[in-house]
């Protein structure tokens, strides 16, 4: 049978409930349990794809092509699991369904309301998700007290009156320091848990956020407030890694107490894997400088999957990164000076002409200076309309995205094909090549000789896509003949992935998102070869000692 972990946050938001939820699952999973994750987000967007970056932060896409929030990152990168649709569900898709069930008739008539249908329905989203694994934890978006939240907390609360024995929760709050006092306040955790107990649940343990220890008489005090076990009162205590959050959680035995809790009969935890994580970040004997040339670099968790590969890719490579953050608007207003002394360029994906032409600048200066560059999504598109407007002559070369009538759509939609007399072919929507969105996990074959194929050591990958613009194979010969390498192919061939410079020291771009499969156990290849590339061109070499350069330690 199945045993739920149910993880609510308050006082304040962004307290790290994803990363302290997905800590706390990857120690059950050290010590041999099945688990899985579920996240419950309580915005009215169906899903956050159409949500700004600057508002949201990343949408991350899982395998099976769901948009879903960042949390789902976390999961993955910290629990060796595969998320998909039946891992997030937001307030908007639990009503969609229901409306759609009273649309059919499913209830046979009645009035449909948040109690029963709404609840109903959600406790048959987590039961779906949770379905075949020991454990699953249910962490639940927002702060308790906001209104948006309560169909969500009632419906945990009635899964904890039904599976009795077989659930807890898990409430994180904040404990702050006040500097003029010098003292610890527990009285916002007091609140925050009688706001929870006032809508029926009674937390089981208690995560206390805080910027320093919190000395065993608060945590007394804690605990006789709110009714939770001494024991059960656990410091969160701010670390400068979360990747040593599951040491941290683990020290304090915080999973010791939920398998009891749970009455589950678990090995010890094997987190030697972790500590090598955490101690390989002690282990750097290089650094390089990477400019990151996008448009939402001032929103931090925009580009969350990203930066974390890149810490991956140093902490394989025994490399410390300085990752830059340079708008694209201002280097196209500003000029290339903000480049030279970056080791490497990485361009993101991006959706939106504004800042698209800092972008080709960028794609345009790591070409011309033997830069190493990294272009994902958008960013192999401009590197190809760099290379087409100023190596292979097409003047105006550009993505129909961004100009319409442009003479040479080097990128396009599947459905605006040139046709062999050079107009556009626009094609319906019915057409199987079709016109929507690619989205999740899908093969891509490697051209034999490529730096793609030295870099994966496997002739066929499967990454996660998110776009709507391909590369206009009617481009592909001309291209090819001024230089431009296309080294991997949609598994049906039709839609290039990746292209490369054979002359340039190390320079590739590719359509899909290879942030999201990257892990901190685990690594990247085109990450850590992508750094690499930066250390030798700073003069610096990676030798891997003991197992190979990836994912071996």
């Known amino acids: 049978m199945t045993r739920y972990i149910f993880i609510t946050g308050g006082v304040v938001s962004s307290l790290g409930k994803g990363i302290a939820s997905a800590s706390l699952a990857s120690i059950l999973q050290a010590r041999g349990a099945n688990v899985t994750m579920i996240k419950l987000d309580p915005y009215i967007n169906v899903d956050p794809g159409t949500m700004s970056p600057f508002q949201h932060g990343e949408v991350y896409v899982t395998e099976d092509g769901a948009e879903t929030d960042l949390d789902l990152g976390h999961y993955e990168r910290f629990v060796r699991m595969r998320t998909g649709r039946v891992n997030n569900y937001t307030t908007g898709r639990i009503y ?18 948040v109690i029963p249908h709404i609840t109903d329905e959600i406790k048959r989203c987590i039961r779906e998700g949770a379905e075949g694994h020991d454990i699953a934890l249910v962490e639940i978006g927002g702060t308790v007290g906001d209104i948006e939240s309560l169909p969500f907390l009632e419906a945990i609360r009635q899964m904890g009156v039904e599976h009795r024995r077989d659930s807890l929760f898990i409430h994180l709050t904040l404990v702050p320091f006040i500097g003029p006092s010098q003292e ?12 929870l107990r006032s809508i029926g649940i ?8 805080s910027s320093r220890p919190i000395p065993d ?12 076990e001494h024991e059960a009162v656990i410091s969160a205590l701010d670390v400068d890694d979360i ?5 941290a959680l683990h020290d304090q035995g915080l999973d010791d107490i939920v398998t009891e809790k749970l009455r589950l009969e678990l090995p010890p935890a094997d987190l030697s894997d972790w500590e090598w994580v955490v101690d390989s970040r002690d282990r750097l004997d290089g650094e390089v400088t990477i400019a990151m040339v996008g448009k939402y670099v001032n929103r931090a968790d925009a580009y969350k999957s990203l930066t974390e590969a890149l810490i991956h890719a140093g ?14 608007e201002e280097l196209e207003r500003l000029g290339t000076q903000q480049l030279r002394d970056a080791d490497a360029i990485l361009v993101p994906g991006g959706f939106g002409e504004r800042g698209v032409e800092g972008k080709i600048l960028a794609a345009r200066y790591a070409r011309e200076n033997a830069i190493p560059y990294l272009g994902i999504c958008l960013g192999m598109q401009v590197a190809v309309i760099d290379y087409a407007r100023h190596v292979a002559g097409l003047e105006q070369a550009h993505s129909t995205e961004f100009q319409a009538d442009t003479p040479h759509p080097v990128i396009g939609l599947i459905t605006e094909w040139m046709t062999g007399e050079g107009g556009i072919e626009v094609r319906g929507p019915g057409d199987d090549l079709g016109g929507t969105m690619r989205l999740g996990g899908q093969p891509c074959r490697l051209q034999e000789g490529s730096l ?3 870099m994966y050591a496997e002739p066929e990958i499967i990454e996660r896509h998110r776009h709507r613009y391909e590369f206009n194979n009617h481009y592909a010969e001309s291209l090819q003949r001024a230089g431009l390498r296309i080294s991997g192919w ?14 340039h020291p190390w320079y590739l771009g590719c359509q899909f998102h290879p942030e999201f499969t990257s892990t901190p156990r685990d690594g990247h290849p085109l990450f850590c070869g992508f750094v690499e590339a930066a250390r030798a061109r700073r003069g610096t070499t990676y030798c891997a000692a003991g197992g190979s350069q990836y994912g071996e330690h």
């Open 184 to 195: 610890m306040k527990t009285k916002p955790t007091q609140h925050s848990v009688k706001e």
């Open 243 to 247: 990747y040593k959050v599951p040491l």
């Open 452 to 454: 793609a194929k030295r």
């Open 490 to 503: 949609s598994g049906d061939g039709n839609l290039v992935e990746v292209v490369e410079l054979p002359a």
């Open 217 to 228: 008489e608060e945590r007394r005090k804690i605990a006789l407030f709110t009714n939770v």
């Open 202 to 209: 009674q937390p089981d343990i208690l995560l206390c956020r």
């Open 96 to 113: 969609e369904n229901v409306i759609r069930k009273e649309r059919r008739g499913d209830y046979l008539g009645g009035t449909v309301q």
């Open 315 to 328: 902490i394989h490579t025994h490399t410390r990164l300085h990752v830059r953050s340079i708008d694209s």
